[in-house]
């Protein structure tokens, strides 16, 4: 099993998550960040005084996949996440040691 | 016991008014009282008069009311969320102390009446109000208690002035302490100079509905609040350098300043102080007109500038603006031409927009821009009446602005300095830097969102 940390375009997570549905992965873990790796932040101005926006707004996708579908599932969020501008994000990939399904007690790639 | 007398003498009297009908013979001793009933409620020039004046006091009044809440909704708008319940905490609170000195002291110091004052033209007497009974209440031409409560609501909008300034780095009690000072003595003071038929009034000095007696005093003890308590802990850094704290909510600062632009007809409107002529009738009408006007071009003058010299208009100044514009119009409503009043208006718009930076640059932290919306745009309201009013003369005008502004900046330095040397004026940095919401009031304003408490 493997993690897949995938840091997107806001606006890309609807479509990231149809194309991980579509692969038949369900379930997912989603949260609201801030960050930057290429992608420079801008100054605004607030009633005359200036201040630098350098974090900018992303989303982060923490999806538990199973080894054999690892590299489909990167395929397939690469491809939606995609626009072409700097600032799309990146992709991590981490080995998973052990997963417990909270209701059922199954563990591994059948508690996925 | 009151009212059983009230009802019986009512029920006398009909009886009579009755008595009258059925028996002409008794008509000469019932026609007297009910002579007198008739004369009380004819429709005589005087009696609509008092009904028209106090009607105006009334609505005027309870508009200006309204502006506790118009500023209330602005300041917790440009206070970051941490703070807004706190603001609103102090905006309702300054509302009631206002309420409560300008009954116990404050009305009678400013308006002690011929042969009433303490200090001839200077310090009226000291005395609560009372209010007679509604059936003795027809001496004057209007209603006692409806010339307190306008007042009032005056007293009580110089107050809301100076929490703007001061938000967020200053603690509940203290600040309440200025404010009872301020409204029972410090604003009564000044304004019975003026309104109050003092040395100011005597001298030719014109201040229609509060330029220099409301908006400029409010800025005076804002700005003297200001310099003692110094700056929001991280505003200002070295080598000049300015960082922004942008407000929680636009929308709600949006309401606020609608809120207030409303009231303001009452503000200016009800200070014409008559309805019951069709000349008073039409003056309101034109304060109306012109405190609409000027508003309305302090709005755009500060929308194209902000435009111009940022590049993006900035919503805040622009709100800011539509108060100058009517801080501006406040001194003299009536007497200008609509063109009059737009520059005079546009001209508040350009205060705004310039001396919002200018106090960042002199490291004074107005939270709000309560000084040059209310301070600044006063001064220019007050001196320019003299272009419009033919009565008023500029060197009068300015004297006024002086005597206040000093008597104003000084009481209120004092008592700023001796209430921070005293029980201190500032909450802690770890207090000021998790909110005053937690520490001053210990109830947050939005604990589900942000990084409020119930938010994991």
Known sequence: ?112 | MNDFKRNLGVGIATAMVLALTVAPGFAQDAAAPAAAAVEKTAATAANVDYIFNTLLFLIGGFLVMWMAAGFAMLEAGLVRSKNVAMQCTKNIALYSIGGIMFWLVGYNLMYPGDGGWVVADTIGKFLPVTMPAPGEDTGGAYATGSDWFFQMVFCATTASIVSGTLAERIKLWPFLIFIVVLTGFIYPIQGSWEWGAGWLDDMGFSDFAGSTLVHSTGGWAALAGALLLGARAGKYGPNGAIHPMPGSSMPLATLGTFILWLGWFGFNGGSQLALGTLENASAVAKIFVNTNMAAASGVLVAMVLTQVIYGKVDLTMTLNGALAGLVSITAEPLAPAIWQSVVIGGVGGVIVVFTVPLLDKLRIDDVVGAIPVHLFAGIWGTLIVAWTNSDANIVVQATGVAAVGAFVFVSSFVLWAFLKFTIGLRPTLEEETNGLDMSEIGIEAYPEFGTGSQRI
């Open chain 1, 1 to 112: 099993m493997k993690l897949l940390t995938a840091i997107i375009k806001p606006f890309k997570l609807e479509e990231v998550r149809t194309a991980l549905t579509d692969l038949g992965l369900e379930g997912m873990t989603v949260t609201e960040v801030k960050g930057y790796g290429r992608q420079k932040g801008h100054t605004e101005i607030y009633r005359g005084a200036e201040y630098a926006v350098s974090f900018l707004p992303k989303i982060k996708i923490e999806i538990v996949v199973p080894s054999a579908q690892v590299d489909k599932a990167l395929e397939v969020v690469q491809s939606a996440a995609r626009t072409g501008q700097i600032g799309d994000g990146k992709i991590f990939v981490s080995p998973i040691e052990r997963t417990i399904r909270v209701r059922t007690g199954e563990t591994d790639e059948t508690a996925l």
